[in-house]
């Protein structure tokens, strides 16, 4: 797909900075409702990190988020994203290989999956399914509070009311017993909290993982046992469903959303990068660009985390101190990395050897709860964990055209890498082979003789997510999903409903409620807020 | 035949004490059944060493409840005096991190003039918070699960007293509470080892650490009940709380655990002691941990699966181990001057020793560097040891419940060691000074004291346990069993010496039941 790198127009009703999903999915919201509407883009690609990029020739890297389960079914039938080319295929398998040269495979069939978890204990085999319904059932509630605006406790605004009672609409129809529950996954962390359903660690652990994505946290620290609901709340093409992978990688999503905001009139332009946004008596006006172009527009929408808006589009002197001290407050502390591969064969797994369907899914590298927090541990002090946890998907299986004939593309999420490493952050390009050979030592146990079949590898660094993504701190999900930067806190207290104290400035991205993943919801909301303003 | 009283307590601890005093009061005849040979429980002194005495496990009294005290007629048990702690860090840096405000802010100002500053911010903060948080602590706790159940304006007054902080301090408040501690500190702080030493409040005999999201929490209740302390310490207290018990004719009949909960037709009949004896009264009310209630006490049938599955799922994972040092002399540390008397310190020279030290037990080892929480009761009380002589108290973190390899004799000397050198480092030539030594682990607290798992707190106090503590069976003091309830520190609300779940179970001894269809 190919963009132009300079705007048709001097003004235009609404500028969207920065052309990730949701920036993407905001303007298109925006042009379907008749405005014009231009999205600027500092790379040459669209995506920000939902993206797919040819990094070596003939093969295409899902160069940072690899898999989607929370894009909203309704953003798809509103963009009509599939006659854009949108493609989700569910994951089949969720594989994890031990080093003791055994595995675990949990798969979308029910009695496969008992009959794998009994081999390590009956009875997680038996509550096994047990979990999952009571899971899924509580993965309704949680929808009501994505799909609406965060309402403010603070406010005594009737309509805010009216809102907390939208947003709690699930919760208000679960029973106590359910609402038990759902309090424990909220506060209690994700090994405590499979601990009370499961004896085994050999499924606690590939469970645990979901909830340290993105988070400086293990799966012993409090807070991490929510985000195991999310995997009872994907849904691809309205069905409730698990994980999926998009057609051409991530790249794929952004891609058909950028289609249908150019065929709504949206303008796209790639290499743009906004240093400013013009501020007139308090009032957004426009951009600036770095090349010293300006860009008039009645409202200015950033797509760029919190602090890159405020300090940096927007700058302090335009700020009042508590917000100020609020983002200052704000947390990034990137966790986490990335290791693209480019190798001549498909992994061959010593525990369970062949190129069987387990590998068409997800392959967790996390065979304990203790491995996992030694990983932790590691990362705590300014070292990034030595045997981290993996988190691998080959998309080259549902997705040939990625790679040449025969060969194969692997998507490895790592974690830790914490951003500020003890040598200081700036010094990651030193450290970023090690950090690569890390990845691949580890694998190397699991898939004897990887190595060897390894043509390309990029290693993405926390700095380097910084650097190439502008992922502040490289926090994938544009700040840290804890609670205390959650919902009407998202990014700041007062400033959660994509509204900014600069008049015309609005907020649409991962740094807003409800926050970081492949969701669209971001965008979405905040086009509604805007045009209902306008509209007013 | 057996004896018949209206009330049974199970458990002669603080809480325990508190409740039979109580229901005393109320004119019932109450029996208290303790299993060891004194009361007191955790603030029990025990002679460790001929002629040395320890003032309790939990060796501070800062976090008992004044209205508690007034009502059980021990008014005048209280002083306005803050006790003061002290934090210790490395070469020879002392500072006063909690008592009175001005020296503790002076202190702190000593070693970072914006720490000083920011110090009356953080006090300030508390102070405004304090009203809200102590009304959750001394009242009977809300049940948001059935929220529809409560009484609305019940529920309306709860929240506006949260909106009357005014829209700031509230939003404030909600956000910081699930906070790891560490944060919360940075955001106030600069001297490490202040934040170290504070953030000890949060996590002291917990199965968390600094960087543990909800440790903020801990904090904050802490401050808000911290701020008046006992004439005399926890000995005083606790005698003061046995010689009431008899003035109000409680039986007490220690050296005897009981063995069993009597049920007939659902509801509590009585008691049956070690002995074989049998108590019978149709209340009865237990201080001990709810799991061991729950699970060792009643009959198998009085429970449902999930209420069995629930309450074997309430954590109490101890994390911290009591050493009792007896010493030659006054100990003096580092940095410290005569006119500091020290008498209660903390050495955690830094959140990440905090952490690291935590860090152990999540493999069930006991840290290399344990951070300390140090008493000397022998300043306030000489009586406790020999002329000359002190005792010295020590609150161990971490010292995981399961150690790997058991905890033998020489685990036990191995971790005392390094205590040893770590007060060593911090008070030079500390260790020429030991006469004796006496270690519990979390293993043998749980032995001694019945402890469960060696919980200090008598469950982990994780925001999930703390909003609904233990389990929604057993909110509110009550339990499945009519005629049952909980009086002790594994209820609302929690644990440290405070009097005060004791205090709030005897308005659910008293209270008719209502009807509840959903227990069987
Ligand atoms: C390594 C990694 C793995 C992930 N894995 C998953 C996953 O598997 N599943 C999932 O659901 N989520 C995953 N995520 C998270 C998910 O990708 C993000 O939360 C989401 O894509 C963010 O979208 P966004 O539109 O909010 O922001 P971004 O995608 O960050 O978009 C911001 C855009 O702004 C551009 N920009 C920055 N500065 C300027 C400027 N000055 N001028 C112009 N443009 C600018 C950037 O180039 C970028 O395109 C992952 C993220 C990363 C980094």
Redesign the interface.
């Known amino acids: 797909m190919k963009f132009s790198n300079k705007p048709d127009h001097p003004r235009y009703d609404a500028v969207v900075v920065g052309g990730g999903h949701n920036g993407l999915t905001c303007a298109a919201y925006l042009a379907k409702a008749g405005k014009s509407v231009l999205v600027l883009e500092k790379r040459p690609v669209v995506g920000g990190s939902a993206v797919s990029e040819e990094v070596f020739p003939g093969f295409t890297y899902t160069v940072c988020s690899y898999v989607v389960s929370l894009f909203r079914p309704h953003i798809v039938r509103d963009l009509e994203l599939v006659r854009h080319g949108l493609e989700i295929i569910p994951l089949e398998a969720s594989f994890s290989p031990l080093p003791n040269g055994d595995s675990l495979c949990r798969w979308g069939d029910a009695h496969r999956t008992r009959r794998e978890i009994a081999r390590f204990s009956a009875k997680d085999a038996e509550v096994y399914p047990e979990f999952s319904l009571a899971m899924s059932q509580l993965a309704r509630f949680t929808k009501s509070i994505i799909d609406n605006p965060a309402p403010n406790?603070?406010?005594l605004n009737p309509a805010e009311f009216v809102q907390a009672l939208r947003s709690s609409q699930g919760l208000r129809e679960a029973n106590?017993?359910q609402?038990?529950i759902y309090?424990?996954l909220?506060?209690?962390s994700a090994a405590?909290f499979l601990?009370?359903w499961f004896e085994s660690d050999v499924l606690k652990a590939p469970m645990s993982v979901s909830g340290i994505i993105g988070t400086f946290?293990g799966v012993?620290?409090?807070?991490t046992a929510y985000v195991l609901l999310h995997h009872y709340m994907g849904e691809i093409d309205g069905a409730m469903r698990a994980w999926g992978f998009a057609k051409g990688g991530t790249g794929g999503i952004s891609t058909a959303i950028a289609r249908s905001a150019q065929s709504y009139g949206a303008e796209i332009v790639t290499e743009a990068h906004v240093s400013n946004v013009i501020i007139k008596s308090g009032k957004a006006t426009g951009v600036a660009l770095e090349n010293g172009d300006e860009i008039r527009a009645d409202t200015v929408i950033s797509g760029l985390d919190p602090r890159r808006t405020y300090l940096g589009l927007v700058g302090k002197e335009h700020l009042d101190s508590e917000l100020t001290t609020q983002l200052g407050?704000y947390?990034f502390r990137g966790s986490s990395g990335k290791v693209n591969l480019a190798v001549d064969r498909l992994p061959e797994f010593s525990s369970r050897p062949g190129d069987g369907p387990h590998l068409y899914g997800d392959v967790a590298i996390a065979p304990s709860i203790?491995y996992l927090?030694?990983a932790y541990?590691q990362a705590?002090?300014g070292d990034f964990s030595e045997r981290p946890y993996i988190n691998m998907v080959i998309p080259t299986l549902v997705d040939p055209t990625m790679a040449p004939p025969g060969k194969h593309v692997i998507s490895c999420f790592v974690q830790y890498a914490p951003y500020d490493i003890k040598e200081g952050a700036s010094n990651w390009p030193q450290r970023r082979e090690a950090f690569g050979d890390a990845v691949v030592d580890t694998l190397e146990e699991y898939i004897p003789g990887i190595k060897e079949t390894i043509l390309h590898r990029q290693v993405l660094t926390p700095w380097d997510l910084e650097q190439e993504f502008g992922l502040t701190e490289g926090n994938i999900f544009h700040g840290e999903l804890?609670?205390?930067q959650l919902l009407?806190?998202r990014p700041a207290?007062?400033w959660a409903k994509y509204k900014t104290p600069v008049r015309s400035l609005w907020m649409c991205a991962s740094g807003t409620h409800p926050g970081g993943g492949i969701m669209g919801a971001s965008g979405e909301l905040a086009a509604r807020a805007i045009l209902r303003k306008r509209a007013a | 035949m057996s004896e018949r009283f209206d009330v049974i307590v199970i458990g002669g601890g603080h809480n325990g004490l508190t409740t039979a005093c109580l229901m005393a009061m109320q004119g019932e005849r109450v029996a208290l059944v303790e299993k060891r040979d004194a009361l007191g429980g955790l603030a029990e002194s025990v002679e460790f060493e001929p002629g040395f005495k320890s003032a309790g496990v939990w060796h501070g009294t800062g976090n008992v409840s004044e209205s508690v005290m007034n009502s059980l007629g021990l008014k005048s048990l209280i002083q306005n005096e803050l006790p003061t702690v002290y934090a210790l860090g490395e070469s020879g840096h002392v500072a006063p991190i909690f008592g009175p405000f001005n020296r503790t802010a002076f202190g702190i100002s000593q070693h970072a003039p914006s720490d000083g500053r920011n110090y009356a911010r953080y006090r300030a903060f508390m102070n405004r918070i304090r009203p809200v948080l102590s009304r959750f602590l001394t009242r009977r706790p809300l049940n948001f699960l059935e929220v529809e159940r409560e009484a609305p304006v019940e529920v309306l007054t709860r929240a506006l007293g949260l909106r009357f902080l005014g829209s700031h301090d509230m939003v404030e408040l909600l956000r910081v509470a699930p906070m790891p501690v560490r944060d919360f500190l940075n955001e106030y702080f600069e001297s490490a080892f202040i934040k170290g030493a504070l953030s000890m409040d949060a996590v002291l005999g917990t199965f968390a650490a600094p960087r543990s999201p909800g440790t903020t929490m801990n904090l904050l209740m802490h401050e808000s009940i911290a701020g008046q302390s006992i004439k005399g310490g926890s000995i005083a207290l606790t005698e003061a709380l046995i010689r009431r018990a008899r003035e109000l004719g409680v039986q007490v009949k220690s050296g005897n655990a009981v063995t069993k909960i009597l049920i007939e037709n659902k509801s509590v009949k009585g008691v049956e002691l070690e002995n074989g004896e049998m108590i019978e009264a149709a209340a009865v009310s237990a201080s001990c941990n709810p799991k061991a209630v729950l699970l060792d006490l009643l009959p198998v049938e009085a429970l449902t699966h999930t209420t069995e599955h629930r309450i074997s799922n309430f954590r109490t994972c101890g994390t911290a181990a009591h050493l009792l040092l007896a010493i030659d002399g006054p100990v003096s540390f580092q940095g410290a001057s005569a006119d500091d008397n020290v008498c209660h310190a903390r050495i955690a020279p830094t959140l990440d020793h905090v952490e690291k030290a935590f860090d152990a037990i999540k493999y069930d080892r006991f840290s290399d560097e344990p951070v300390l929480d140090i008493a000397i009761p022998t300043i306030d009380d000489p009586r406790l040891a020999p002329a000359d002589k002190s005792v010295v108290s020590v609150l161990v973190a971490y010292a995981p419940y399961n150690l790997d390899g058991g905890w033998t004799d020489d685990a036990r000397s191995a971790l005392t060691r390094k205590v040893i050198d770590t007060i060593s480092r911090f008070a030079p030539g500390f260790d020429k000074k030991i006469i004796a030594a006496k270690l519990s682990s979390p293993a043998d607290l749980e032995n001694d004291y019945g402890l469960t798992g060696g919980h200090l707190h008598h469950g982990e106090p994780g925001l999930d346990q703390v909003v609904i503590r233990p389990i929604p069976e057993c909110f509110n003091h009550e339990t499945p069993v009519e005629g049952l309830t909980l009086c002790g520190s594994g209820t609302h609300p929690g644990g440290t010496v405070s009097c005060m779940a004791g205090a709030l179970a005897t308005r659910e001894i008293t209270r008719p039941r209502k009807i509840r269809a959903d227990v069987a």
């Open positions: 406790p603070a406010s106590a017993d609402r038990f309090m424990k909220l506060t209690m405590d601990d009370q946290l012993r620290s409090p807070g407050h947390k203790q927090e030694k541990d705590k002090y804890s609670l205390e009407y806190l207290a007062g």
